[in-house]
């Protein structure tokens, strides 16, 4: 059986994944950011999964005003980092899971989630920058990662509650693989920002601290918070954080398991216009 032992919650914003390409980490500018994640990549190094369950948001990237999936999986083999404007990230491509995902296709489409099957798909900073906090500069990627994508950017996007109960879908598929298969689920983007509009540059740390306390002791209530909510509190762009509740929905104490043990907590701002927030949650 596949099971998940932990879950990563983190930030996502181009001009980290720019700052390490460019060898800028160091910068007085960069390096508080990048301090945030010293742990992580030990904690990495010393809890390599077989595979990385990461839900990202695409910012019109893969997907377009053409085609907006509200949850899609990637099933390929391989999934390369896109350009988005520069040329793509020097990074590694992604190998998938394909068996893996296919099988959780299968499942959490049998519990009522649409899910819609990506076959062919480019990767872009979403993915691509959490990989590169938690694991620095590979030449290659730990282990395999499954991209899973999630509508945040065009109108309706999906409630907390919903990313709630699709993450409890996830844990069962996952638990329901026939291989021993050691699986990290990533919730990642937010916290707050805003990058458009009068309120461009709006941050909020009380919202996001009590965002970090709520996930960790009561993401049920946590699931319950409207979607508008998080756009007056944490900016039109703050609502990537409906993305960490897949994540907590997955994990052992929303079935009945133990409480997981918080095993790293940071947050900073800012980096760019975004509060940059991290989380490592363990299952016992
Ligand atoms: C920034 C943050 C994001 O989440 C994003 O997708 C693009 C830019 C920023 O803070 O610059
Ligand atoms: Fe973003």
Redesign the pocket.
């Known amino acids: 059986m596949a099971k998940i032992t932990a879950s990563v919650y983190t930030s996502?914003?181009?001009?980290i994944g720019a700052a390490l390409d460019l060898g800028k980490s160091g910068e007085p500018y960069w390096q508080p950011v990048f301090k945030g994640y010293e742990f992580s990549k030990h904690w990495m190094a010393e809890n390599k999964p077989d595979v990385i369950f990461l839900v990202y948001n695409d910012?019109a990237t893969a997907f377009s005003l053409d085609m907006i999936p509200t949850f899609a999986i990637g099933c390929a083999d391989s999934f390369t980092p896109a350009d988005e404007g520069w040329g793509p990230r020097p990074v590694p491509v992604v190998q998938g899971h394909p068996e893996l995902a296919a099988h959780i296709a299968q499942s959490v489409i049998q519990q009522d989630f649409d899910l819609t099957i990506v076959n062919k798909m480019d990767v872009d900073?979403?993915l691509t920058v959490p990989l590169s906090l938690m694991c620095g500069q590979p030449q290659a990627w730990p282990c395999p990662v499954i991209p899973f994508a999630v509508n945040v950017v065009q109108y309706p996007v999906p409630s907390g509650r919903r990313c709630f109960e699709l993450g409890k879908a996830i844990r069962k598929a996952i638990e329901s693989f026939d291989k021993p298969l050691n699986v990290q689920i990533w919730g990642t983007?937010g916290m707050s920002?805003q990058?458009q509009g009068p309120r461009a540059g709006l941050i909020n740390k009380e919202f996001d601290n009590a965002f970090l306390d709520q996930l960790i002791d009561d993401p049920e209530g946590l699931a319950s918070k409207p979607h508008i909510d998080y756009v007056r509190e944490a900016g039109s762009?703050g609502i990537?954080l409906v993305m960490w509740l897949i994540a907590r929905g997955a994990m052992a104490d929303v079935a009945g398991g133990p409480v997981p043990t918080v095993a790293h907590r940071f947050y900073h701002v800012p980096?760019?216009?975004?509060a940059v927030g991290h989380l490592i949650l363990e299952n016992k």
């Open positions: 996502h914003v181009p001009a910012h900073h979403g983007g920002h990058l762009e990537e980096a760019s216009n975004t």
